[in-house]
């Protein structure tokens, strides 16, 4: 593994310049980041040694290396799920190809569908934690001293600090955002009713696919972290939870102006802890 993280970086290194500290990932919801960005060099994964390709429709296959938010950034365009066949290994492999280029500040978002019956449709959900349902853990096997200890922390998992930029960013915007629990499930089904409302029961707020693994390898590498939901349907009535991916992708670009404007600004805030 450690081997496989060495070449993508020395290939990542003989094409890239200057200093990252900031790395994003794109999910739902930031699709249109990438307008907002100044980018200097777009890079396949399927042209970075040992990097899985995303075979997930909406999700492209890029690394992006450029400006946003007046910082340095590495931008992931597309990522990689459990339920694709990918290992936990392999879902979580940029992120410590990311560590090792130097990133210090993770921000990611997802779609997640609403656990929290207050929640409505399109609202953007700061993640304060998480709940693991998935069946592997990415930390699984063999630690990897040269990132971290064998058994890392998950508090404050999603960086309070981050946090309250956010929220202090968003009163600024003129934006309402909640706050809540992800709970990451394996996929690809999406939940029944009896599920939600077991989750409901468990503390979770939002459910969705992904994120998880990334931020416990990101914690894991001493990677900082900032997660955000887009509640792409709601669980107040059985009819509400009924969903399709079109539907949650239709949801993530209609809030897209939203989280770029709001990212920008928590990137523009951010002071890079050394």
């Known amino acids: 593994m450690l081997q496989r993280i060495i070449e993508s970086v020395e290939y990542l290194q003989s094409k890239l310049t200057g200093e990252y500290h900031v790395g994003i990932i794109l999910g739902s919801g930031l699709g249109g980041l990438v307008k907002a960005m100044n980018i200097e060099q777009t890079i396949p994964y399927s042209e970075i040694p040992n990097f899985p390709v995303s075979t997930v429709k909406g999700h492209s296959g890029n690394l992006l290396a450029g400006w946003f938010g007046g910082k340095r950034v590495l931008v992931m365009q597309g990522r990689f799920h459990y ?60 630690n990897l001293e040269e990132f971290g200890e064998r058994f890392p922390t998950m508090v404050d998992a999603y960086s309070p600090r981050i946090r309250a930029i956010a929220f202090e960013q968003a009163k600024e915007l003129g934006l309402e955002l909640v706050s809540g629990v992800y709970a990451g499930l394996q996929g690809p089904s999406y939940e029944t009713p009896a599920e939600y409302h077991w989750l409901r029961v468990i503390g979770a707020d939002a459910v969705g696919m992904s994120t998880v693994p990334e931020i416990i390898v990101a914690r894991h590498s001493g990677i900082e ?3 955000m939901s887009v509640i792409t349907n709601s669980t107040a009535s059985p009819e509400k939870i009924k969903t399709n991916h079109c539907e949650v992708q239709d949801i993530g670009n209609s809030v897209q102006p939203k989280m770029t404007a709001l990212f920008s600004a928590i990137v523009s805030n951010i002071q890079i802890n050394e």
């Open 83 to 142: 339920y694709e066949g990918y290992s936990m290994q392999q879902v979580t492999f940029p992120i410590r190809v990311l560590s090792k280029l130097g990133v210090k500040v993770l921000l990611v978002s997802n779609a997640a569908g609403g656990v929290n019956q207050e929640f409505l449709v399109g609202d953007m959900m700061v993640i304060t934690d998480h709940i693991n349902l998935f069946p592997e853990h990415p930390l699984h096997g063999k």
């Open 225 to 227: 972290c900032f997660g």
